[in-house]
């Protein structure tokens, strides 16, 4: 049960005024799983996860980078020590702003050996290289060049890697600096680019690559097990005379190399994922550390322990992710999506523990969940409400999601997560309602509002089902302030409307404050759509009234806009929170008395503990946001959930000022705070609308008589604060009542 309030407002006529929004990443909020603790439980889900390691915080082990391809956007985790003195990785949101913007892939690599990693990732024009150029206080960057170029036979050259693949940086001939491997755009053939900064200049800060040869290795592939050896690739540098290999090129772009010594010779062997493949290909290098060639390939790997296996596009990596000093493999998918859902994204991280060494290594099977097992991961598009399911005051977690495998197909459903107070949640049903084990949907939006107007909130949810996007919601006929009282065999389908496409999302919502549920659309497109009902909370009716309310700037890369209404600020007025598909977050204050033909947002809203400033920072792809107040300081918090599966959490930081006051349209209030009944009077006649403070109606609108004693009766609600909101044709003004149970 939440604790009651000591401190509260009384006053009936203040005019609030909040100078900036703004939130902070909460890391006090825990969930309990199986009775264990999720360390990193908000860490947002991983699905296709990249992995590198460098310092952080310069204290000890090097902290671990992960970039999600799925999410294009960087993940960073703390090496930290437990009470026991052990390490294990802490979710760190706070270096994720230090990062440059990512796409598609990114490897950390020492170039210029001066002992810090250097950041190379993916450019419009190949390749492009960031300097470390991290102090004792802070990681920084450098960059170096967008785009690395190369010499090639037909001069000079991009280091073009396509956006698919991921390639090898590293000494690949043993000279003491930094060259790179990438296969040529047919995606057959492997190129070789020396780097001959150390020969010529003996500065491995220089960058001067040239081709050798049409291929690298002797060898040429196509797709998964068809690999043909002995060609002759040439060791000819660019400039001289070379031979290409005669081969037809057939374009099967999407490749992942990673290089290392599987047998201790000291020369670099091949591990390859493919995109149309389920398996890694193993090759030993058969030639020496200065020329490089393979005769043969193993399909199968590794081969004395679980082998490697996704349905598509597996990629691998090489860290030490089990602090013992000896790197370790780990595999994750490399696409962009999950293939139509093929790749369980629960299970997308494979862990082989190295008991062997860098340089022979013995791989042993861990699982499939690495870090993942550590947050709250289900699957892909997570998407939470806040509601008192139980009824004891606080706020519960209910939540969507996209999809995955089970026994009889792919589905979606709900997950239940119940708030135990002490800003701990756990997991108490994985298929709340037994949305899985009697429906067929996908892309689950659970939501919250009072539907059919008997003043007791409901819970509903959008999906995608083989008719369409379907929308339905489930009466909740338990009184207020107690335990919901719901069964899917009760859900009601809702009337559709025009052009509701898979991936969009709903929001119900009094918008034109006539006392019926309307309709608030974000699109794939990034425009808002009014949906007017035209006729009765109980027998709705959605007609389409505005197609870009707000016209908000349309944007198909963005787009995917979810929508949420509440009080951020405590000003009495309803403010519309947007998150969109590239991970931003917009609040529109007050939007309601905004310009319908151009709403104006506040983007700044996350506060950088570096900066010292809030800033337009991600907060995770596909951002759905649900509002609520976690820590009983009446603010709302954000919970966002993400395209991977997963949540983060945001304190709100608004600070509230009173700049005055105004004539007021209420004579009387009292009492407040109040056990249950509020008399309320009025200088004039007005209409009076009951709301909590995530801005949903609690009770109607009803008519207030000027000089008349009106009573308001609470019965039923929970403990806390709620905003009466006061209109007349001229003017508004709100009054917040405490309820104390």
Not at 116 to 133: E, I, M, V
Not at 469 to 475: A, F, K, L, S, V
């Amino acid at each position: 049960m939440k604790k009651l309030l000591t401190l509260y407002i009384v006053w009936s006529s203040i005019q609030i005024y909040a100078q900036e929004i703004s939130f902070k990443y909460n890391d006090q909020v825990k969930i309990l799983q199986n009775g264990q603790n999720l360390v990193n439980a908000f860490a947002g889900g991983l699905n296709a996860p990249q992995f590198s390691t460098c310092q952080l915080n310069n204290d000890g082990p090097e902290d671990l980078v992960v970039y999600d391809r799925t999410a294009q956007k960087v993940f960073t985790f703390l090496a930290t020590k437990n009470t026991s003195g052990q390490y294990y990785w802490q979710y760190a949101p706070q270096y994720e702003t230090l990062f440059p913007t990512l796409q598609n892939w990114m490897l950390l690599v020492d170039y210029d050996k001066d002992g810090r990693k250097d950041l190379f990732t993916h450019s419009s024009a190949g390749l492009k290289l960031y300097r470390n150029t991290t102090t004792a206080d802070k990681v920084s960057w450098q960059l170096i060049a967008n785009p690395l170029y190369s010499i090639g036979f037909s001069g000079k050259i991009n280091l073009n890697v396509t956006a698919t693949d991921i390639p090898a940086i590293t000494d690949i001939d043993n000279d003491g600096d930094i060259d790179v491997l990438l296969f040529d755009p047919s995606g057959d053939f492997v190129e070789f680019h020396r780097n001959n900064a150390v020969e010529k200049y003996n500065d491995p800060t220089r960058l001067e690559f040239v081709k050798i040869g049409y291929c690298w290795g002797d060898f040429i592939k196509q797709l998964c097990q068809d690999f043909q050896f002995g060609i002759d690739c040439g060791n000819t540098p660019a400039g001289q005379k070379a031979t290409e290999p005669s081969a037809q090129k057939v374009l099967h772009s999407g490749n992942a190399l990673l290089l290392l010594d599987l047998n201790g010779d000291n020369k670099k062997d091949v591990l390859f994922g493919h995109i149309t493949c389920n398996n890694i290909a193993a090759l030993i290098n058969q030639g020496t550390q200065q020329r490089a060639s393979f005769t043969s390939a193993s399909y199968v790997y590794p081969t004395n322990t679980t082998a490697i296996d996704f349905p598509i596009f597996p990629a691998v990596y090489f860290e030490d992710l089990d602090f013992d000093g000896i790197k370790d493999l780990v595999a994750a998918p490399n696409g962009f999506d999950s293939a139509e859902r093929t790749i369980d994204f629960q299970q997308s991280v494979w862990f082989y523990k190295n008991t062997g060494k860098d340089n022979l290594p013995i791989w042993n099977y861990q699982g499939k969940n690495f870090l993942q097992n550590t947050m709250l991961d289900l699957g892909e598009n997570a998407s939470p409400v806040l509601v008192d399911i139980d009824g004891d005051g606080d706020k519960d977690l209910v939540i969507g999601y996209s999809g995955n495998i089970t026994s009889t197909g792919v589905k979606a459903g709900l997950v239940l997560l119940e708030n135990k107070g002490d800003n701990t949640f756990e997991v108490k049903d994985t298929d709340y309602l037994g949305i899985v084990k009697s429906m067929q949907l996908l892309d689950i939006r659970p939501f919250v509002a009072d539907i059919n107007g008997d003043g007791v909130d409901d819970l509903g949810f959008s999906s995608n089902s083989s008719k369409g996007m379907e929308i339905r919601y489930i009466p909740n006929k338990a009184a207020g302030n107690q335990a919901f009282n719901i069964q899917l065999s009760n859900a009601v389908l809702l009337p559709t409307f025009t052009d509701f496409l898979a991936g969009e999302s709903v929001t119900f919502f009094d918008f034109d404050k006539d006392g019926k549920i309307d309709i608030l659309h974000g699109t794939s497109r990034g425009n808002i759509r009014f949906i007017q009902n035209t006729g009765s909370n109980q027998s709705p009716k959605y007609v389409v009234q505005n197609d870009n309310l707000g016209k908000l700037q349309t944007d198909y890369i963005a787009g995917n806009i979810f929508l949420t209404t509440g009080d951020v600020n405590l000003d009495g007025k309803t403010d519309l929170l947007v998150g969109n598909r590239t991970g931003n977050m917009s609040i529109y204050r007050s939007f309601q008395e905004q310009n319908i033909n151009q709403f104006v947002a506040d983007t700044s809203l996350i506060f950088n503990s570096f900066s010292n400033k809030p800033e337009n920072l991600l907060i995770g792809g596909n951002a759905t946001i649900a509002i609520g107040d976690l820590d009983n300081d009446l603010l709302p918090d954000v919970i966002v959930g993400t395209n991977t599966g997963g949540l983060r959490v945001l304190k709100n930081l608004t600070k509230v000022v009173i700049t005055g006051t105004e004539q007021d349209l209420i004579s009387q209030v009292y009492p407040n705070p109040t056990s249950r009944y509020v008399y309320v009077k009025m200088t004039e006649n007005a209409q009076a609308t009951l709301i909590d403070l995530s801005g949903r109606i609690i009770q109607n609108t009803r008519m207030l008589r000027a000089n008349t004693e009106e009573v308001f009766d609470l019965q039923g609600l929970p403990s806390g604060m709620y905003l009466l909101k006061i209109d007349t044709n001229k003017k508004s003004q709100t009054t917040k009542i405490i309820l104390r149970n």
